[in-house]
């Protein structure tokens, strides 16, 4: 069974304090990890999406990482702004279709 | 106008009403699914549909029950339901459910809460 693991459940940064997020992962036959950003009350917005390790993507501060296991979400300089949840998902053949499965999300909180 | 929009926004129904959620998605897309999302719970996956047929049901209780009249719009028919299904429930929309690198693209969601 595909498993998504993301840590810290919430983190709290001074503005400009830079940090990691973290996803493992567990799949058979990865086809393609996604981030997304989730502000409260609304639904996931896509930020990024990686399909091979060794590849990056870059958001103004956000920068996605993959390797075989895992994948990281770098905040450089983080604004009050960028307090939300972030939510990290795989994407693997299941029978005819691609699924996708999400990780529990890690509650981002920057403080002016 | 949004890509993926979701109607109504906030719910309140009692256990013997039946309620319908509705979605509706402008992005040109073949695939549309239904998620609910419950608080220190992941997105669960409950319903996905590919050119207007169902290709995934994720074992839902049939007290949910899906609609799909065409490629842009889904409905989620609710009946009998339990204070337990409260929660955010999520409609996106992904070019094909098929293809690889199906990115998907969501709903602000209904928050529905159950007497």
């Known amino acids: 069974e595909d498993q998504v693991t993301q840590s810290p459940e919430a983190l709290r940064l001074q503005e400009g304090e830079s940090s990691s997020l973290n996803c493992s992962y567990t799949?058979?036959?990865?086809?393609?990890l996604f981030w997304y950003r989730q502000d409260p009350g609304k639904g996931p917005e896509f930020l990024f999406t990686l399909y091979s390790a060794g590849e990056e993507k870059e958001k103004e501060r956000l920068k996605a990482t993959l390797t075989k296991k895992e994948s990281f979400l770098h905040i450089t300089a983080p604004k009050p702004e960028d307090s939300a949840t972030y939510l990290c998902a795989v994407q693997a053949r299941s029978g005819g279709y691609q699924k996708v499965t999400f990780g529990i999300g890690t509650k981002l909180q920057v403080i002016p | 106008e949004t890509g993926v929009t979701q109607t109504p926004r906030h719910l309140v129904m009692g256990m013997t009403n039946k309620k319908s959620l509705k979605c509706e998605q402008h992005?040109?897309?073949?695939?549309m699914y239904w998620y609910k999302q419950s608080a220190k719970k992941p997105l669960e996956l409950m319903f996905v549909y590919s050119l207007e047929e169902r290709v995934e049901n994720n074992s839902v209780p049939s007290r949910f029950s899906p609609e799909c009249p065409n490629s842009s719009h889904l409905f989620l028919h609710l009946h009998t339901l339990q204070p337990e299904d409260s929660a955010l429930y999520l409609c996106?929309?992904?070019?094909?459910?098929?293809?690889?690198?199906?990115?998907?693209?969501f709903g602000a969601g209904t928050r529905l809460s159950v007497l």
């Open positions: 992005l040109g897309h073949n695939a």
């Open positions: 996106a929309s992904s070019q094909s459910d098929r293809l690889a690198k199906n990115i998907q693209y």
């Open positions: 799949v058979s036959g990865l086809r393609g």
